[in-house]
């Protein structure tokens, strides 16, 4: 059996869950260690020898050598998989959404969450355009869900596990699903597909 790898996480992160999902769904054999961000984790002389970027997620092969950022992760991870399409067009249709993911979703519905979850600060402190711009985001894979089941036609794929992962949290960042009834049939058909259950 391969020596299992060593995922570094913090369970609150939907770019930590997305690894821990990916390595779960194909059976990849998986360690994984929690890190306290809010508690300053990512901060610790420990963690910083093996990420002076200071970031979760953040794997670790058997021989030391670190991989961070999780889009890349999930890529490496998923690389042959039935998650990464092999014709050459659907898969840079999947890279384009996992970019996206990074620019401008995350940016916004996850920052938002972080804003009002963790540090409980009030609406109208925050960035009004984490909520226009987050809620712009919303729309555009609503109107892409309309007409196919999955991000990248009818497959489940990498772009849908990096996008799933905060857009099902996106009420603790004061967006409200209710309007977007493709994103949330695509959120089960998601979820069902990965093997995970409903976000309370």
Same mark, same amino acid.
């Given at each position: 059996?391969?020596?299992? !790898?060593?995922?570094y996480g913090?369970?609150?992160?939907g770019n930590?869950?997305?690894?821990?999902?990916?390595?779960?769904?194909?059976g990849i054999?998986?360690l /994984?260690?929690?890190?306290?961000v809010? @508690?300053?984790?990512?901060?610790e002389?420990a963690f910083l020898?093996?990420n +002076?970027a200071?970031?979760?997620?953040?794997?670790? $092969?058997?021989?030391? =050598?670190t991989?961070?950022?999780s889009?890349?992760i999930? $890529?490496h991870?998923?690389?042959g998989?039935? !998650?990464? +399409? =092999?014709?050459?067009r659907p898969?840079?249709?999947?890279l384009?959404?996992? $970019? /996206? *993911?990074q620019?401008s979703h *995350?940016p #916004?519905?996850?920052v938002r969450?972080?804003?009002?979850h #963790?540090l409980?600060?009030s +609406?109208?402190?925050?960035d009004?355009?984490?909520?226009?711009?987050?809620?712009?985001?919303?729309q555009?894979?609503d109107?892409t !869900?309309?007409?196919t089941?999955?991000?990248?036609?009818?497959? !489940?794929?990498l772009?849908?596990?990096a996008?799933?992962? #905060?857009t099902?949290?996106a009420?603790e960042? @004061? $967006?409200?699903?209710?309007?977007?009834?493709?994103?949330?049939? /695509?959120?089960t058909?998601? =979820?069902? @597909?990965?093997?995970?259950?409903?976000?309370?």
């Open positions: 059996m391969a020596e299992p !790898l060593t995922l913090d369970p609150g992160s930590c869950l997305k690894v821990k999902w990916v390595a779960a769904h194909l054999p998986a /994984w260690r929690d890190v306290d809010p @508690g300053g984790g990512t901060r002389p020898a093996l +002076p200071g970031r979760v997620p953040l794997l670790v $092969f058997p021989d030391g =050598e991989l961070s950022e889009n890349a999930i $890529f991870l998923a690389e998989s039935v !998650l990464v +399409p =092999e014709a050459a898969r840079a249709r999947m384009q959404w996992m $970019f /996206w *993911e620019y *995350e #916004y519905i996850a969450r972080y804003q009002l #963790y409980k600060r +609406p109208d402190d925050l009004p355009k984490l909520a226009e711009r987050g809620a712009a985001a919303l555009l894979m109107g !869900l309309e007409r089941a999955f991000l990248v036609g009818d497959a !489940l794929t772009a849908d596990v996008l799933v992962a #905060y099902r949290m009420h960042g @004061g $967006f409200d699903l209710t309007p977007y009834r493709a994103i949330r049939s /695509w959120i058909r998601v =979820e069902t @597909g990965l093997g995970i259950g409903p976000y309370a």
